[in-house]
């Protein structure tokens, strides 16, 4: 089950702050914030680092739906933030510490700026998909607050691919390829939301983020993309979106066969295997 318990669409939620009032279960809770952000752009920037981080971002009264929707505009931009920290990160570390304890650390830090909360919808997701046989099955699993033996394992051969992958960047290569690894992961979750439908009955951010993902997010948080892989890694970044699109379209229409849509622990398990693959893809350019 995701990290705020029974609402499983609540899953990508990060709030770690107390509501103003109880909300009932599927409800998008209300969060308190000392002053008040005006300006809707501003305010669904920082509403996208209060979801996607552990950073102490706050709202007062009630996020509503399309103001969720719109903050996806924003992710690859708070991925970019995440970036910064870990090549950084990097830097620092690389000068005390060796290589590999660094590339470790690394992937500390990267689980720790967003709460572990995508490593917890990949297990769920994982679980639910290799455990029932039906749609319902799949999603009651999925519900469920205990990680099982698949989703353990499944979890251990994450960590350990995306640990390899970052052992063998070339270092001229590192912290190009370090700071576009969340982006990536972020902006994952944007596609996904646009193309797919709801799969539970009820409210929950992760239908917010199924229904009010349009087409200016879509293109905001592409174009955010398109921009920083032509910086850093020119036109073998540019290279990756395709094949990225691709990926994100195919589990899509996977995941709505299999229980008829995404749901909050789907866009965890979407982000996190986008960063495997954009490792292995940045990798395999690296090295050419």
Do not use: C
């Not at 929707?69 to 990160?89: D, N, Y």
């Not at 995404?262 to 982000?271: A, E, H, L, R, Y």
């Amino acid at each position: 089950m995701s990290l705020q318990g029974e609402a499983e669409a609540i899953s990508f939620y990060r709030s770690g702050r107390a509501p103003a009032k109880q909300s009932q279960k599927g409800e998008i809770p209300h969060f308190v914030r000392n002053d008040t952000i005006g300006d809707s752009q501003v305010k669904s920037f920082f509403l996208a680092i209060q979801l996607l981080t552990i950073f102490p971002i706050k709202f007062i009264g009630r996020v509503e739906p399309h103001e969720l929707g719109r903050a996806t505009a924003f992710f690859p931009l708070v991925g970019a933030i995440q970036g910064a920290i870990l090549v950084l990160s990097n830097i620092i570390l690389s000068r005390f510490l060796p290589y590999d304890i660094v590339d470790g650390l690394l992937l500390v830090i990267l689980i720790l700026t967003n709460g572990g909360f995508h490593l917890d919808g990949f297990a769920d997701t994982i679980d639910g998909i290799a455990g029932g046989g039906t749609k319902e099955e799949r999603l009651k699993i999925m519900r469920d607050s205990q990680i099982g033996a698949i989703g353990v394992v499944a979890l251990v051969l994450l960590i350990l691919i995306k640990f390899l992958a970052i052992n063998n960047i070339p270092f001229e290569s590192k912290n190009e390829i370090l700071f576009l690894l969340p982006v990536f992961g972020r902006w994952a979750v944007v596609p996904m939301a646009y193309w797919g439908d709801y799969a539970r009955e009820g409210e929950g951010v992760g239908r917010a983020f199924a229904e009010h993902t349009k087409t200016r997010e879509l293109v905001i948080a592409t174009g955010d993309v398109i921009i920083l892989s032509a910086i850093f890694l020119k036109l073998k970044g540019l290279l990756l979106i395709p094949a990225m699109f691709l990926f994100i379209y195919l589990t899509t229409l996977f995941f709505k066969k299999k229980i008829g849509g995404i749901t909050g622990d789907v866009f965890g398990f979407q982000s996190e295997m986008a960063e495997v693959l954009f490792l292995i893809m940045a990798l395999s350019l690296a090295v050419a």
